[in-house]
């Protein structure tokens, strides 16, 4: 809990303000048993009608005063636990947002939706029920217990038996819920991570006609978690019954004992239902209490996943950035650079060494799985090297901060990520102040005019979440006309050409050979037709660069591109070529 109020900002005079409207809702409660024992001793005994008027009028008085007061409170306590998760979910997001990909990997995408949403709610509602009922309760019960010693004499005794009876019966029931509550996240987390891989590969599970599947996999995660679920209501079920018993017990011998002190003359009628009146109180603030005890193991559960997040530290963290000079403008080196993906027992890269100067377009091709991409994630700092240092512009990465790093770089990714909005929105991703004239050019380099052009509202036309409205091909270019807007020193491509037919293909290289000339170009590729022009290409096999030149070169020393030429372009070009 203590992380969550280290991120959540608590206003002092919300909470000044709730706790006197509590401190009134509590004094006026208390007051009306005296008010009403008054009033039986003092004016029904006494055959007074003024005086019972009198008190009649305070007892309302006091009444309307707790009934504002209850009311007001509930309102202030309703706004500082809302304003208290929106804090949390702001930290959340933004904490969230400077995670790497190897926090990222290790909480899971399932995971993260669930802290940042159902259990920041189950935090929020234990918060305002603690507000509510947490600081009233114990207000009435010390209270009540003060006013029934001073009035009830020996009938306020069977409370020392019926108080430590209730905690104790109370305490076991909440103990073994306790056990059931971080289970249960766990298991909402599983139901969430299997409900998201459906929907996503929605059309993947159709065209193999594994629906069945799918959703006997789900129903089994869904049974498991309905029979703990069952097992925790039991538990909690439990609750109210033991309390309504010892509740009943207790008022019952009260009753009775008071009613032996009344007909000895030790205790008057008034005095006994006051205290009555109080012992009912301090149960009722017993079972209060009770009822946020009982939401205490899910609310902690809740707060404990939501610390995790924030108390995890991103393992890529910003260089000083101050005093830097770059000496080899749009520069990429990569000096015996090794890494291994976390949780894995094998490096994905060894020992990797090249550099790609200025204005070079350079391609790394080879088997899949081979570490192609990996060497691309490595450049923005998406991971770390293992082993060795990656150079841009002549500085160390890490010297850098995340930002003055990734401001001089255009990425596209292998998976194209679109987000809901329109064209112009997603293509102002790579700037955020551009305007039309922008949004043009970089779809012409990309290849993404025609198609843009085609759809009645243009840059307008609407994107759903995803780009799942444009196919895979019109997603691709529109990535690289994203990265285009950006005007960076140093573009990433990571297989960006794969879904795009080979005269699109063709023209897009030519355009950005055209249109970005002095940026440095690295990319992934499959295809050796399309990078038989570049300046240098990389061969990468099991993680190592296995060939390293131009692409007449590589045909007469690397074996594995040999391989890959003959496969591609065949026998008779191969001959041809050499």
């Not at 004016?43 to 003024?50: K, T």
């Not at 205490?296 to 404990?304: G, L």
């Not at 991409?373 to 002549?394: C, Q």
């Not at 037709?529 to 030149?549: A, E, H, W």
């Amino acid at each position: 809990m203590g992380t969550l109020f280290s991120h959540a900002k608590l206003r002092v005079g919300q909470i000044v303000a709730f706790l006197a409207l509590m401190v009134l809702s509590s004094l006026s409660t208390m007051l009306l048993p005296t008010a009403l024992a008054s009033m039986i001793d003092s004016g029904v005994a006494g055959g007074s009608q003024s005086l019972i008027c009198i008190i009649a009028a305070v007892m309302l008085a006091l009444t309307l005063l707790g009934c504002v007061t209850s009311i007001l409170a509930a309102v202030l306590s309703a706004r500082i636990s809302t304003q208290f998760a929106a804090d949390i979910r702001r930290a959340l997001f933004h904490h969230v947002q400077e995670f790497s990909e190897a926090e990222m990997d290790r909480f899971g995408t399932a995971s993260l939706v669930t802290r940042s949403t159902s259990d920041v709610s189950q935090v929020q509602v234990f918060f305002n029920m603690l507000l509510r009922l947490g600081i009233m309760a114990p207000l009435m019960a010390v209270a009540g217990l003060v006013l029934s010693a001073a009035t009830g004499g020996g009938v306020s005794s069977v409370l020392n038996l019926a108080i430590p009876v209730l905690i104790l019966s109370v305490g076991l029931i909440i103990i073994l819920m306790a056990r059931y509550s971080v289970s249960l996240r766990e298991k909402i987390d599983q139901l969430n991570r299997l409900f998201l891989e459906a929907l996503e590969g929605v059309r993947v599970i159709r065209a193999f006609n594994r629906q069945g599947y799918e959703t006997e996999r789900f129903a089994q995660a869904n049974a498991s978690h309905a029979d703990l679920t069952i097992r925790f209501g039991r538990l909690s079920g439990l609750l109210m019954p033991v309390i309504q018993v010892i509740f009943g017990v207790t008022t019952t011998a009260v009753m009775g004992l008071g009613s032996w002190y009344v007909s000895t003359g030790e205790m008057d009628v008034g005095a006994l239902i006051a205290n009555t009146q109080y012992i009912s109180m301090i149960l009722g603030a017993i079972i209060m209490l009770s009822i946020v005890i009982m939401m205490f193991p899910m609310a902690y559960a809740c707060a404990k996943r939501i610390g995790e997040v924030l108390d995890t530290k991103p393992s890529i963290q910003d260089g000083k950035g101050a005093k830097i000079e770059e000496t080899q403008q749009g520069t990429v080196a990569f000096d015996h650079v090794s890494f291994t993906y976390p949780g894995a027992s094998e490096p994905v890269l060894r020992d990797i060494s090249f550099q790609c100067r200025a204005g070079e377009t350079m391609a790394i091709i080879g088997p899949t799985g081979c570490g192609k991409s990996s060497i691309l994630k490595l450049i923005p700092r998406l991971y770390d090297p293992t082993v060795g240092h990656i150079y841009v512009n002549g500085v160390d990465v890490r010297r850098y901060t995340l930002a003055q790093l990734r401001e001089q770089l255009g990425y596209v990714p292998q998976k194209n990520i679109l987000f809901s909005g329109d064209i112009a929105s997603n293509l102002n991703f790579g700037k955020p102040d551009g305007w039309a004239g922008d949004w043009v050019e970089a779809a012409h380099i990309a290849c993404a005019k025609e198609f843009i052009d085609a759809r009645e509202d243009g840059y307008r036309a609407l994107v759903s979440q995803g780009g799942t409205n444009l196919s895979g091909g019109q997603r691709q270019r529109m990535a690289i006309a994203r990265a285009v807007m950006k005007g960076a020193r140093i573009y990433l491509f990571d297989d960006s050409f794969s879904a795009l037919d080979m005269r699109t293909d063709r023209q897009l290289r030519t355009n950005l050979k055209e249109n970005l000339g002095n940026a440095t170009k690295i990319i992934v590729a499959q295809r050796i037709s399309s990078i038989l022009d570049v300046d240098q290409i990389l061969v990468l096999d099991n993680g190592m660069i296995v060939g390293k030149g131009s692409h007449r070169e590589l045909l007469k020393t690397c074996p594995l591109y040999q391989e890959i030429a003959r496969l591609q372009l065949g026998e008779e070009a191969l001959e041809h070529e050499i």
